[in-house]
């Protein structure tokens, strides 16, 4: 009997089993972080070879360094990461709004192809917007989780809306359009998480477009992107050059590629071909098939991302997640996209394959955080707001043991008034 019933329940997970999201996600992780070092080096070899660090490994090197570091922290963060990050988010949004300040300073920001977005020297440079949008997405599942009602109406959404706005402007003062669109997107997937109506949405797209037009009118720069990208050919050694060289690489490579380290258009043709265009290198040397594993690797990460906030324990949990996800598949997706002509260029990495040292650890730390949901973790004693009292909410395995107090200790009152009862009737017998 006991047989039969084990079996009409089926298998169960062993005590101490990760679930099968954790085990993808981890997977997928590692296989781009693989795939990411052999085409950094790849696609680097010959530029610094023959420039000034005469050292064509100097771009593996720091990859490498810069991995290792974060899988520590990403190990780290997969064990206890909710409910650290859960306490640090205020400190978290501050430091990387002080930074995102401090890098316009004359004399602080590091300066590199016109745009001011480092800070720090030599293989110590970060990028703080990068930490910044991280921070977004923290202080947005805090603040979602913690108020449910807050996605009724667009002016209840301001106070996610309103760091979101002010991180873009500071952003795009650096400049760089693109890191704010993906802050933008990845702020728009929370509110979809969350809850938030399409009517609002709409209406928020609607703004948000204006404002990117106007950033793109303003700006001679952006207009040529904006330009290159419609017509190339109109200007094939200027704003076009960069479009037409990687669909250039991208058809020399054909279905199976030309061979590991065989690339041409990485010799000085393609511009930062070990960053931004590093997917033209991968198609190049690795052909279609090379470019569909690429795909198929973020596809599997992001299936095992969305399944993840699916299973969250708590509501944190879930917008954590998907806030997560939606900040490594947005990135993703704008990099391949504007690689394969689908887009404008917008200078954004392509996540854990492009060199990066500031994106690398802040996509593994992001990693980390996707881990620990998945393995079951939760935010300790998570407030929760409505209708201006503010409770906190108590484990429920604690709320299950006072339910059980309460119906133990009613229980005995009705008891002991039926023998009082019985006792007094006898009396008066």
Request: proline share 4%.
């Amino acid at each position: 009997m006991s047989a039969l019933r084990l079996s009409a329940i089926g298998p169960r997970r062993k005590s101490g089993a990760q679930p099968v999201e954790h085990s993808l996600l981890l997977t997928a992780t590692l296989c781009l972080l693989a795939f990411g070092v052999v085409m950094v080096f790849s696609a680097s070899s010959t530029t610094s070879l023959l420039g000034e660090s005469g050292d064509g490994a100097l771009y593996l090197k720091r990859t490498l360094l810069w991995g290792a570091l974060g899988l520590v922290v990403m190990r780290v963060l997969a064990l206890h990461g909710v409910r650290i990050i859960h306490a640090l988010t205020p400190l978290i949004l501050a430091v990387s709004f002080g930074l995102l300040v401090a890098v316009m300073m004359p004399g602080v920001g590091v300066e590199v192809n016109g745009a001011q977005r480092w800070i720090g020297a030599g293989l110590f440079q970060i990028q703080p917007s990068e930490v910044a949008k991280l921070a977004l997405v923290l202080h947005g599942a805090s603040l979602l989780a913690g108020r449910p009602r807050m996605t009724r109406s667009i002016s209840s959404m301001m106070p996610f809306l309103l760091p979101v706005a002010v991180m873009c402007l500071l952003v795009v003062a650096e400049p760089d359009l693109g890191t704010a669109m993906v802050a933008c997107f990845t702020s728009a997937a929370l509110l979809i998480a969350a809850g938030a109506r399409m009517r609002d949405l709409m209406v928020l797209g609607a703004v948000l477009g204006f404002v990117v037009l106007l950033a793109v009118m303003i700006e001679p720069y952006r207009m040529a992107r904006l330009t290159g990208f419609l017509d190339p050919g109109s200007d094939p050694s200027g704003t076009g050059f960069q479009a037409i060289q990687a669909k250039i690489a991208l058809g020399s490579g054909g279905i199976f590629g030309v061979g590991l380290g065989e690339s041409l258009q990485k010799a000085f043709y393609l511009p930062e071909a070990h960053t931004d265009m590093i997917a033209a290198v991968i198609g190049e040397e690795l052909g279609l098939m090379g470019i569909t594993a690429l795909a198929g690797l973020f596809g599997l990460f992001g299936y095992a991302g969305l399944r993840t906030a699916q299973r969250a324990r708590d509501r944190y949990g879930k917008l954590l997640a998907a806030g997560l996800v939606s900040l490594v598949m947005v990135q993703a997706i704008v990099n391949l996209c504007a690689v394969l002509g689908l887009a404008p260029l917008t200078g954004v990495p392509l996540p854990f394959v492009s060199y990066g040292n500031s994106s690398l650890l802040v996509m593994l730390a992001a990693v980390g955080l996707l881990l620990n949901v998945a393995s079951g973790g939760r935010a300790a004693k998570l407030r929760v707001i409505e209708g201006g009292r503010t409770q906190r909410r108590r484990p429920a395995a604690k709320r299950r043991s006072s339910t059980a107090k309460g119906r133990n200790s009613s229980g005995r009152n009705r008891r002991a008034r039926g023998a009082g009862a019985r006792r007094r009737r006898r009396a008066s017998g």
